[in-house]
């Protein structure tokens, strides 16, 4: 497969890339360093490329040249975030990190070169690729999220046409063995939302609480009715995660204080669960403090939405996994997972899918360190294959549009 023979030839190249970029990480929306790194490892290419007015993003669009030069030429997008985060490296690297309390946990600087990689063989392969690929390389993925203000600038259009189909992958430290891929079709990751909810009193004499509204105990009631809000009011098989991670109440023990608030993560699976649980939330506290003769503030904060894989664009994706790298690379994944990934506002609006490779450097990869930990450590030997695969995505999915477009 040609992809996969550029790959390779890229591999030095790409593996000097990711280094660089371990050593020199950055957090957040604002990846200066990173954002140059990008640029001028694009630099010698014909793209056109546009940096982001409000966040360090990175947007290059490549033209095709392949097929028929008339009629709508499909666009295709491939996605790499480019952030690390807070965690003191604890890895003894000869590349490791140079930012103090900065590391590339998440592997995210294997996303960079992935996909910088890719770029490469499509300029190469301009000639055969029937579409326009769009290369998002995006900041904030960690947080607070760049994919949104992203497709706020124009993103999806970017090319001239909107987008037809939308691919990404992500890099694991552990559970599976280096080089396997894994992914499911449907919901893939969790929506994450933050509640916050104030139990609104009355102060007095702990000797006293006849006299004050005590909002300790009725926070406590709310804390554990989220639990059974939980088990008996959703569908096991469309789970909800309701974890209060924070509860503060009070200043001393004689002391009845005027409001206690405790903060929660929601974790959902479906657009359905995700409102209805941020609606029963808000209910059972306002219920239950009602019940008590107090009042409840919910102040709801959503974060990123649910991220599912199209059904056709992920078996797509699955089957050129198979047809690259064989059988015995690829595992289904059963479960979806629980933590969340902003490019689901791309998959919300986009048939998308998205992918996960294993870069797990250690034999006994089922108690390697997971991603984010001040060890997670990823072998970037794998880093042409993510190459390979999105490069592959594009160029084929971009034939098969051109084809469906034709009369
Ligand atoms: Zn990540």
Same mark, same amino acid.
């Given at each position: 497969m040609r992809t996969l023979d550029l790959a390779e030839s890229l591999r030095p190249d790409l593996v000097a890339l990711r280094r660089e970029l371990h050593r020199f990480p950055e957090v957040g929306m604002h990846l200066p360093l990173t954002q140059q790194a990008v640029v001028n490892a694009l630099a010698d290419l014909d793209?056109?490329?546009?940096?982001?007015? @409000? /966040?360090?993003?990175?947007? $290059?669009?490549?033209?095709?040249?392949?097929?028929?030069?008339? *009629?709508?030429?499909?666009?295709?997008?491939?996605?790499?975030?480019?952030?690390?985060?807070?965690?003191?490296? @604890? /890895?003894?690297?000869?590349? $490791?990190?140079?930012?103090?309390?900065?590391?590339?946990?998440? *592997?995210?600087?294997?996303?960079v070169a992935g996909l910088v990689g890719a770029a490469r063989i499509l300029h190469e392969l301009r000639d055969e690729l029937e579409g326009d690929v769009v290369l998002m390389f995006q900041p904030g993925e960690e947080g607070p999220g760049g994919a949104k203000p992203m497709i706020d600038e124009g993103l999806l259009d970017i090319a001239g046409r909107r987008v037809d189909a939308a691919y990404a992958l992500h890099v694991y430290s552990s559970e599976h063995p280096r080089g396997t891929w894994f992914g499911r079709p449907g919901p893939l990751m969790a929506a994450a939302d933050e509640v916050y909810v104030r139990i609104v009193g009355a102060g007095g004499h702990g000797s006293q609480p006849f006299r004050a509204k005590d909002p300790i105990p009725v926070a406590c009631e709310v804390v554990v009715a989220l639990q059974t809000l939980v088990t008996r009011q959703f569908d096991v098989f469309d789970p909800v995660v309701i974890t209060v991670g924070k509860f503060v109440g009070g200043t001393k023990d004689n002391i009845i204080p005027d409001d206690a608030v405790f903060e929660a993560t929601v974790r959902s699976l479906s657009p359905e669960s995700r409102s209805e649980v941020s609606r029963r939330i808000e209910q059972l506290a306002t219920g239950i403090a009602a019940a008590h003769g107090l009042t409840a503030e919910v102040t709801h904060l959503p974060g990123y939405p649910v991220t599912v894989n199209d059904e056709a664009e992920y078996a797509f994706a699955k089957d050129t996994i198979v047809d690259l790298f064989g059988e015995d690379r690829y595992t289904h994944q059963r479960d979806p997972e629980m933590g969340s990934e902003d490019f689901s506002f791309v998959g919300e609006l986009v048939p998308s899918a998205y992918v996960n490779l294993s870069a797990c450097p250690a034999e006994d990869f089922a108690s390697a360190p997971d991603n984010h930990s001040p060890r997670a450590d990823f072998d970037d030997s794998v880093v042409p294959d993510g190459a390979a695969l999105l490069a592959e995505l594009a160029l084929r999915r971009s034939a098969q549009l051109r084809a469906g477009m034709r009369p």
């Open positions: 793209l056109e490329v546009t940096l982001g007015r @409000d /966040l360090s993003s990175v947007v $290059a669009v490549l033209r095709g040249r392949g097929g028929d030069p008339e *009629g709508e030429r499909p666009v295709v997008l491939l996605r790499g975030d480019m952030d690390a985060l807070p965690v003191t490296e @604890d /890895l003894p690297l000869e590349y $490791a990190s140079k930012h103090d309390g900065v590391m590339h946990a998440c *592997g995210h600087d294997l996303h």
